[in-house]
């Protein structure tokens, strides 16, 4: 009966302790090479970070958190496009005083026509059911550009890697790492980033301008050449120093320019990101779920 008590009092000081779940949802669109089907390939990188989870006592010195995440993707008229339900059981802990509680990330690429949608997360703590539940909506339109544009710009937590590899980390030949929520933590001192360009006229090199600025003012530039693939996207990856960045929010622009002297801008895309050197950003998952 006291080994009861002191679980019970020790589960419920797990559980108050405990806030609501936490869900990030990072969307990227790429078009869809298949001439055919008119859409977009659109990957979801989910994380879950585990430190506002219920961790509940199995065993002496053995506490373990569970979550369930439902992801739905609605067309304009309510139906749905997509749905599946992903459980995550993060490893096991001895001890739930530990600072550092690594969060749990999957991805998902989805295949979906050209139109009007909204994605839906939905993560619940399944050991908790009071305040124990959080959805976030995002809107998501698909459509293409007539002339040269680029695909969403991803921020990668490594510089993306040469790969052969066939699976949903992998794309334009290489591996990707994502940066939960376009966050970089202690210790990062670069932004790597990664997008495609579609439609480029062949034939010659362009310019490509990259301009990262925050709220303040600060600003760092830079430029590359590049040589348009025939017909298939070309794949822009690199990475530009934070250096004396400050925390908070940043923009990342990237532009690509052609014409006489590549002064012309032909197509442009940004990405928002986060600096927050005195934390631990979220690690991207390593293998497919």
């Keep these: 009966m006291r080994f009861f008590l002191a679980f019970l009092i020790s589960f419920t000081a797990l559980a108050a302790q405990a806030g609501p779940p936490q869900l990030l949802l990072d969307v990227a669109r790429f078009r869809n090479i298949d001439k055919v089907v008119k859409g977009a390939e659109v990957e979801i990188y989910v994380t879950v970070p585990t430190q506002p989870l219920t961790y509940r006592q199995r065993a002496p010195r ?106 949903n980390f992998a794309r334009g030949g290489y591996r990707l790492t994502r940066a939960p929520g376009g966050t970089y933590g202690r210790g990062a001192d670069n932004i790597f980033f990664y997008t495609e360009l579609h439609n480029a006229p062949q034939g010659q090199p362009l310019r490509v301008h990259y301009h990262l600025t925050t709220p303040d003012g600060s600003a760092a530039d830079a430029d590359a050449s590049l040589t348009p693939q025939s017909g298939r996207p070309t794949t822009i990856a690199g990475q530009m120093p934070l250096g004396p960045l400050p925390d908070g929010p940043f923009t990342l622009f990237i532009e690509v320019y052609g014409g006489p002297g590549n002064k012309k801008l032909l197509a442009g895309h940004r990405a928002i990101g986060q600096r927050a050197s005195a934390e631990f950003a979220p690690g991207g998952a390593a293998v497919p779920r």
């Design 62 to 167: 053995s506490f373990q958190s569970a979550a369930t995440v439902t992801l739905d993707v609605l067309k304009a008229d309510g139906s749905s496009a997509y749905h599946e339900v992903v459980t995550l059981k993060p490893p096991v802990l001895n001890d739930t005083t530990i600072a550092i509680k690594n969060p749990q990330s999957f991805l998902k690429r989805i295949l979906l026509p050209d139109g009007k949608y909204t994605l839906r997360g939905t993560v619940k703590d399944q050991y908790r059911s009071a305040n124990g539940e959080t959805t976030v909506e995002k809107p998501l339109v698909l459509e293409a550009p007539a002339g040269p544009f680029l695909s969403d710009v991803v921020l990668l937590a490594r510089p993306a890697a040469k790969s052969g590899g066939d699976d």
